[in-house]
């Protein structure tokens, strides 16, 4: 194999513990609401799993789902299988539990502390917010999970960007390298766009992380007792942010909605569209950007309505997304209600289609 071929080769087969998360979802009411996995403390200005930037991705693998180990939603290597009552409650502000980063203890503290009602509770969480650049310093400290394992990179190189080879015998090696490296440059220019995070997913560029320490769960909490959750827009929309941290945290992703379970039953969820998506090579979402925010947005499907009651709360529906990354599939989830006009919308979809086959 060509050093050309094997290096692309590993940079599709890299990534042993890359990350994507969805940190929040943007209502269409005005209301924001963080991502159920997200966890307080959690950086957000660094891409390697040393730092702690990984513990609040969502691993959501099928195998582990028809196992019983996790639920739909996945698991996170800070805090374990996500729940979305827990996170729910926090924001709706009747919760005792909000979830923290293992060896996180005082920024799941200060996050659950908004366990109160109304102002209070979120006043209690604000309090506990002071505490989430001392929590990130634990989450650095301790890791979670495996370092991302770049070896089969470095190893096609010498240390210096060229490939092994010495004198005469080594310049031609890399002369017939760069020819073949243009040759199927060429060929792959369309997928690279996606690869380097910036082309491709209809443009879809995304924006340099301002945050540099995850604390909105305790900034939040209590708010949607006033507030009540986020929705979909009118048409059905709904909007998220997903912060990409590494390399196959990309996309494309792949959505699903449920709409009765709450989040708790597999056969629940039913398969959404990805109207603006992350972009990626298109192959074990993989692109070069790391921590990144991308607006994503994902279309319901068609006459869909949310019915599930979470932590208390009626009218609940839980969307999650996921790519395609061998070591992941990374993702995150959001909880949303309906605006009233695509609560309509979706009643009279399904009238109409009941009138049809009636008719038939």
Known sequence: MHPHTALLAALLATGASAHGVVTLIKG??????????????????????RCGSQADTSIIRDREIRRGDVGPLGRTQGAGPVDAATAVGVFMGGATGATGNAGNATAGAGAASGAGTGAAGNGTAAAGNGTAAAAAAKVQAAGTGEEDDLSALSALT???????????????????????????????????KGLLGGGGAGGNKGQDSTVATESNVAASAGQGATSGLPTCADDGTIELVY?????????????????TS???????????????????LGVQGLSLATKKDFTVKVQMPQGM?????????????????????AAGPFGGSAAFTMSAAAQKRAVEFRMRKRALSFSA
């Open 158 to 192: 010498n240390g210096n960007g060229q490939n092994s080879g010495n004198g005469r015998n080594g310049r031609n090696k890399q002369n017939n390298d760069k020819r073949e490296a243009g040759l199927v440059g060429r060929q792959l220019l369309k997928g690279l």
């Open 262 to 280: 709450g989040g708790t039953d597999p056969a629940a969820f039913q398969t959404a569209t990805v109207t603006q998506d992350v972009p990626g």
């Open 305 to 325: 309505t949310c019915d599930a009651t979470v932590a208390g709360v009626n009218n609940v529906c839980v969307l999650r997304v996921r790519n395609g990354a």
């Open 243 to 259: 912060h990409q941290v590494n390399q196959d945290g990309a996309g494309p992703l792949d959505a699903s909605i449920d709409g």
């Open 28 to 49: 269409a009411n005005g209301v924001d609401m963080p991502g159920l996995s997200v966890a307080d403390g959690t950086p957000r200005d660094c891409s390697t799993n």
